[in-house]
């Protein structure tokens, strides 16, 4: 789970606080500095592997930090902060919303902490408030002196619409009421996610990051709760190449956990005991497999070894949409088990798996998962425009196949990037190519443009010219 922090630097941040017996005095913002940075400590310590980001509202919206582990970049950002125009919830809503959508995705859960001054108790209950697009739990942090006289009117600090709690630090107002209060909240939050990865008779303990949260699913007559127990038992291994790409809801890295004393019960340093863990990465990522564990009772999930470069890897979690058929293709993942009982069967029987049948290039339909898939119908069309006028035909229908599909994935932004492919194309001819080749490019890059190339009823054809 990625945490977005989210300051108030609008005027009414401004305002000193003195504390009491002492001749100190400090801002508001000030005293929101403060706790960020006894967050940032904490997660530095206990949740190092936690993605923070940090944006300021007044009237609008700044990104001061995008997602980053970096936890110093982040303080020395923070100490830079100035004051600016009034306090504009709204902008701070629309700011998160589109950093969220930009670096992950609207399905990603963010922990969102808002630190503001007393005003929120009204201004995060209006009517007019725009809604978080992605699944969020949200705390706001009001920094004020002595209660809110809108804490009064309202008598909870529940937001509406269960959008998240206000959460007020103890009065008086001071630098360690606010940091008793970031490092209580830090302390209930950042909780590390400890099970067991076991298989068979092996078994190893490991932590999740982000932890596995429960997952609720409505469907048409029912409300299904997904909540991992506490082991992960695998229950099956597939070749990565019969996976593809199936539906997830959520990524973990899966750690090894080291054990709280020095030495196990047999006195072995426990840095010197094998880990299954290791075993079970090192194993996936040499004979390019992948696990299959079940979560919940009707909830799975697949181990993957996952590389963001080529020298280094990490074992990754990646939990399926809830249900026995999650992967269609594969059919019911019940199936699936490592009992003595199927040893003897034939290896085609032992778990359901895609047939070993090629589709037909010449399919009615495209499905473009990979990237490869789409660049080879693309290099098609092109290769048969180099062969025009002698493929003329052929270079129309797969343009026309290609456009269609385009258009019922709402991919029309592939049609432009065609019809630039196509001049450039038309350009780059040799000298002693046919004059029809030019005119057929130029013409389908043409038509590619026009506002009725987004009609998947419209055909494009061919130019009629005189050399044909």
């Not at 001749?23 to 997660?43: P, R």
């Not at 009204?122 to 809604?131: F, I, Q, S, T, V």
């Not at 290039?361 to 898939?373: D, F, P, R």
């Amino acid at each position: 789970m990625a945490t977005i922090i989210a300051i108030d630097v609008s005027v009414s941040m401004m305002r000193d606080i003195k504390i009491k017996d002492t001749k100190e005095s400090f801002t508001l913002l000030q005293l929101a500095i403060h706790g960020v940075n006894v967050l940032l400590d904490y997660l530095a310590v206990h949740s190092k592997h936690e993605f923070v980001a940090v944006v300021t509202f007044s009237s609008s919206c700044e990104t001061l930090c995008t997602f980053t582990r970096d936890y110093d970049h982040i303080k020395a950002k923070i100490s830079q902060l100035d004051f600016k125009t009034n306090t504009n919830y709204n902008a701070a809503i629309l700011g998160i919303n589109s950093l969220v959508h930009h670096e992950w995705s609207n399905s990603v859960m963010c922990q969102v902490i808002i630190i503001t001054d007393g005003h929120c108790y009204e201004g995060l209950r209006k009517p007019e408030m725009y809604p978080f697009k992605c699944p969020e739990k949200l705390v706001v942090i009001p920094l004020d002196q002595k209660p809110s006289i809108y804490k009064n009117i309202y008598d909870t600090n529940e937001l509406p619409k269960d959008i998240g709690t206000i959460t007020p630090p103890e009065s008086p107002l001071s630098p360690s009421s606010v940091a008793k209060l970031f490092e209580k909240f830090a302390q209930e939050t950042y909780i590390p996610y400890h099970t067991v990865l076991r298989c068979g008779n092996l078994k190893s303990d490991v932590q999740l990051i982000p932890p596995l949260t429960t997952h609720k699913r409505v469907n048409d007559f029912e409300i299904i709760t997904c909540k991992a127990g506490n082991e992960l038992n695998i229950i099956g291994f597939m070749e990565s190449s019969k996976l593809e790409c199936p539906a997830t809801l959520s990524r973990h890295l899966v750690l090894p956990r080291k054990s709280s004393d020095d030495c196990t019960e047999n006195g072995e340093l426990s840095s010197k005991v094998p880990s299954f863990c290791v075993l079970l990465h090192g194993a996936l990522k040499v004979e390019n497999m992948v696990a299959f564990c079940q979560l919940d009772t009707n909830w799975f999930g697949i181990f993957v070894s996952w590389s963001d470069n080529k020298k280094k890897s990490n074992l990754m979690l990646i939990s399926l949409e809830p249900g026995a058929n999650a992967i269609p293709w594969l059919g019911d993942l019940r199936s699936l088990s490592l009992s003595s009982v199927i040893i003897n069967q034939e290896p085609d029987e032992l778990q359901p798996t895609k047939t070993a049948d090629k589709r037909s290039y010449n399919q009615s339909q495209l499905v473009w998962i990979k990237e490869a898939g789409l660049q080879a119908d693309i290099q098609k069309i092109l290769r048969q425009a180099r062969k025009m006028p002698d493929k003329i035909q052929s270079f129309y229908k797969e343009l026309n196949r290609i456009r269609k599909a385009a258009i019922a994935y709402s991919f029309t932004d592939l049609l432009v990037n065609i019809a630039d492919l196509l001049d450039i194309e038309c350009t780059n001819l040799p000298g002693n190519t046919h004059p029809d080749c030019a005119l057929q490019l130029t013409h389908a890059a043409g038509e590619l443009r026009k506002p009725n190339a987004m009609d998947s009823k419209v055909t494009i054809l061919p130019l009629d010219t005189s050399y044909r």
